[in-house]
C-alpha cells in the first residue's frame, strides 16, 4: 500500500532534499509578507511562526506576577524578561503576544514608548520594544482575554466536582503567546519564575517546581530552573489535590478522580526507571501529573515535570497507559533535546513514539509492545492513504500554515518507524548507545532536522557503512510515504482476532460464540478498526448484543464502535453518541465523528446538534478544528 503512494511523489521536492543552507536569517517584523512559495528555498532553522527577533536580542529568563480572575476569565499582571542582545547593532527586542492587551512596558522604573504592530491571522502581533539605555530587563504589564487560544476556563460545572471553577493552558505550538508575552519560537529557551494569584480555595500548579506539601493560600510560586522552550510554560488552576505514586511521581487531581487516577497511572515509577535505564538520567527532578477535565483538546501534553493529561484513558485496566510512557519519553526526546521549528516537530514527536514503544515492552512485555506497534502502523497507513504527498513528508514545510490544521501520524509513527528500521539495521544495543548520547550531546538545545542528520552522519551512519546509507534516510525524511521494505510491525495476538473476524464476516459464527474472554483492549481495537466499510444492521446488532459495545466504557473502544455505527447509520448508538460528543473534547476522539457525521445531510444534522451543545464547554482548538463539519 505505501510502496504506490511513495510512487507517486516528488513532485518539486528535491528543493527541500537538496537544502543544506543553514544560515538563520533576521526574522522580519512581518512573517505574512514573506514570499513562502515553493519555489523560494526554506531557510533551514528560521522559525516561520514566530514574529520575534531572537537572532538579534534574545531573551533568557522570564519573571511573571499573574492574577487569575475567574469572573473576568481574565489573568493580569506582568512579565518581566531578561534578554542578551546578541547584535551589536540591534535597537529593539521583539517578542510574540496573541490578543493580550499590553497596559505598559518599563524598565529600570521608566516607561518605555512601545509598539504593537497589526495582527497576521494566525501568528498574532509582534510587539515592538525599544531597548532600555541600560540593564538588560524590560516589564511588560499586560491582561489577556477571555477568548486566549491558549487558556481555557471553565465553570464549576464542567469540573468533576462540579463546585469551583478551574483553568488550564496550553501552549504547544504557538499559543503561549495568547497568554505570555514572549518570543514564542521552540529555539529561544528560557528560565522561569513565576507567582501566581488564585482564589484562596484553589491550588495552582505550572511546569516547574510544585511543591505537594505547599500551603493552600492563593498564592504559589514557581521556579524552573532549566532552560525550556515556550511552548513548554503550562499552568493548570483548579480544586487540585495531590497524591504520591512513587518517590519521584505522583498526580495532581479533582478529589474525586484523584485514587482512581493514581491506580491507573500507578506504573508511572516503573517507567520513569526504566526509561533512564535504556537513555540516561531524568533531567528534570520529580515527574507529576496533571489531570484535567474531559474538555482537554490531546490526550496528554509534555509539560516538564507535570504533564498534562486527559481523563479519558483511566480505563480502570491500565490499557491506555501508553499515553504517560509518552508524555514521560518526551522528557528525554522534546524537551531535553527540542525540535528548533514546528518543521522538525518529528524530531520531538517520532523520537519520543519510538521511546514509547520500548517502554511499554520494558514494563508491559513484548506481547503489549507488539500490539501497540501494530496498531501505530495502521494508523499510520490510514493517514498515508488521506494526506496529500507533501503531507506525508517528516521534515515538513509548513510556511504560511498554521501548525494546528497539520496534525497528523506522520511526525509520530512515520518518524518511529523509521528509527525503528535504524534499530533493526543496527541492533539495539547500539541503537540505545546511540539514544543516550544524542541526549547528552544535544541536551537543553533546539536543534533542526540538518543538524540532527549532520550528527546521525558522524556518529551511526559512518560506523555503519555497510547497514546504513543515506540516500535512504534522505528519503525517509524528506519524500512522502514510507520507503518500500520498511519494517512492518506484526502481532501473533491479533491473528486470532483476524481468524474470529473473518468466521464471523462469513456468517460462520454468531458473535457470541466468539471466545473473546481474554482479548485485551488492543485486540478490541484492532478486531473493530479493521472491519470492511459496510456492515449490515443485522451484523451490527449481533455485535452490539453480545459485546454490549454501544456502552463501553473503554473511550478508545467506544470510539471505534461509535464510528462504525455513524459509518452504517446504527442508530441504537446514536444517543450514546451524542453523550460522547458532548462529554469529551479530545480532539482525536471527537474529530473523526464530526468529520465522519458531516459527510451526509442527517448526520450533520446530529454533529450540529451535539457540537451547538457542547461548544460552551469545548476547547478553543477543539472548536476550531471542528466546526467546520457542521458548517
Ligand atoms: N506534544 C504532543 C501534543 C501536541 C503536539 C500539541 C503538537 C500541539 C502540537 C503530545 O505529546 C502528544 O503527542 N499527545 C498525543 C499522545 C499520543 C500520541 C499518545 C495526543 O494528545 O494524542
Ligand atoms: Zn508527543
Known amino acids: ?100 492587551t499590553i497596559n505598559s512596558v518599563t524598565a529600570n522604573g521608566q516607561k518605555i514608548d512601545f509598539e504593537l504592530q497589526k495582527a497576521d491571522d494566525f501568528l498574532g502581533a509582534a510587539l515592538e520594544i525599544p531597548l532600555p539605555d541600560k540593564g538588560n530587563k524590560v516589564k511588560i504589564n499586560y491582561a489577556t482575554s477571555p477568548q486566549a487560544s491558549g487558556v481555557q476556563w471553565l465553570t464549576p460545572a464542567q469540573t468533576a466536582g462540579k463546585k469551583y471553577p478551574f483553568l488550564f493552558t496550553q501552549a504547544q505550538a504557538i499559543h503561549a503567546r495568547s497568554f505570555i508575552p514572549l518570543q514564542d519560537s521552540p529555539q529561544v529557551r528560557v528560565t522561569y519564575k513565576a507567582t501566581i494569584r488564585t482564589p484562596k480555595e484553589l491550588l495552582a500548579v505550572m511546569s516547574a517546581s510544585n511543591d505537594p506539601n505547599t500551603e493552600r493560600d492563593g498564592v504559589y510560586e514557581f521556579n524552573m530552573p532549566q532552560p525550556i522552550p515556550s511552548y513548554l510554560i503550562a499552568l493548570g488552576v483548579g480544586d487540585l489535590h495531590f497524591k504520591a505514586m512513587g518517590e519521584r511521581t505522583g498526580v495532581y487531581a479533582e478529589p474525586s478522580i484523584l485514587d482512581a487516577a493514581a491506580a491507573e497511572f500507578e506504573d508511572t515509577e516503573s517507567m520513569l526507571i526504566a526509561t533512564e535505564k535504556l537513555y540516561g538520567p531524568y533531567r528534570w527532578d520529580r515527574y507529576d501529573l496533571l489531570i484535567l477535565p474531559p474538555s482537554f483538546p490531546f490526550g496528554g501534553m509534555e509539560n516538564p515535570r507535570l504533564s498534562f493529561i486527559t481523563p479519558t484513558v483511566i480505563a480502570g485496566d491500565k490499557s491506555l497507559v501508553s499515553l504517560i510512557a509518552h508524555e514521560l519519553a518526551h522528557s528525554w526526546s522534546g524537551n531535553t533535546v527540542t525540535n528548533a521549528t514546528w518543521r522538525d516537530l518529528w524530531l520531538n514527536e517520532g523520537f519520543t513514539t519510538y521511546l514509547t514503544y520500548r517502554i511499554m515492552e520494558n514494563v508491559y512485555g513484548k506481547d503489549r509492545y507488539n500490539q501497540e506497534a501494530v496498531l501505530g502502523y495502521q494508523s499510520l497507513e490510514a493517514d498515508v492513504a488521506n494526506l496529500t504527498g507533501k503531507d506525508q513528508i517528516l521534515a515538513i514545510d509548513l510556511r504560511g500554515r498554521d501548525p494546528d490544521d497539520v496534525f497528523s501520524d506522520i511526525p509520530y509513527e512515520k518518524g518511529a518507524l523509521f528509527l525503528r528500521e535504524v534499530e533493526q539495521k543496527i541492533g539495539r544495543d547500539n541503537m540505545d548507545a546511540f539514544l543516550m548520547e544524542y541526549f547528552q550531546h ?30 535512504r534516510i534522505n528519503q525517509w525524511i524528506f519524500q512522502p510515504g514510507v520507503p518500500e521494505g520498511a519494517p512492518m510491525p506484526e502481532s501473533d495476538a491479533f491473528s486470532i482476532v483476524d481468524n474470529a473476524r473473518s468466521n464471523w464476516l462469513s456468517g460462520e459464527l454468531h458473535a457470541n460464540q466468539i471466545d473473546t474472554k481474554n482479548w485485551t483492549v488492543h485486540q478490541w481495537l484492532y478486531f473493530l478498526n479493521n472491519m470492511p466499510e459496510e456492515l449490515s444492521m443485522e451484523q451490527l446488532h449481533d455485535l452490539d448484543r453480545a459485546f454490549n459495545l454501544t456502552e463501553s466504557h473503554n473511550n478508545e473502544i467506544a470510539h471505534s464502535w461509535l464510528l462504525i455505527a455513524v459509518k452504517n447509520w446504527y442508530q441504537p448508538a446514536f444517543p450514546r453518541l451524542h453523550d460522547y460528543l458532548v462529554s469529551i473534547g479530545r480532539n482525536k476522539l471527537v474529530k473523526p465523528l464530526y468529520k465522519e457525521l458531516s459527510k451526509t445531510v442527517e448526520g450533520k444534522a446530529i454533529a450540529k446538534k451535539a457540537f451547538d451543545e457542547a461548544k460552551a464547554g469545548y476547547h478553543p482548538l477543539t472548536v476550531k478544528a471542528n466546526q467546520g463539519f457542521v458548517e
Open 1 to 100: 500500500m505505501f510502496s504506490k503512494i511513495s510512487g507517486l511523489v516528488l513532485v518539486g521536492l528535491t528543493l527541500l532534499a537538496g537544502c543544506s543552507d543553514n544560515s538563520v536569517q533576521p526574522t522580519s517584523s512581518n512573517a505574512a509578507s514573506e514570499d513562502i512559495s515553493p519555489t523560494n528555498q526554506i531557510q533551514v532553522g528560521k522559525d516561520y511562526h514566530s514574529l520575534s527577533n531572537p537572532e538579534q536580542v534574545k531573551v533568557s529568563h522570564i519573571d511573571l506576577d499573574l492574577t487569575v480572575d475567574f469572573e473576568q476569565k481574565v489573568m493580569s499582571g506582568y512579565a518581566e524578561l531578561t534578554f542578551d542582545k546578541k547584535d551589536p547593532d540591534a535597537t529593539s527586542l521583539i517578542v510574540d503576544t496573541r490578543d493580550l
Open 442 to 471: 544535544f541536551k537543553f538545545q533546539s536543534i533542526t532536522t540538518d543538524e540532527f542528520l549532520a550528527y546521525f552522519k558522524k556518529h551511526v551512519v559512518a560506523s555503519y557503512p555497510d547497514k546504513l546509507d543515506m540516500d
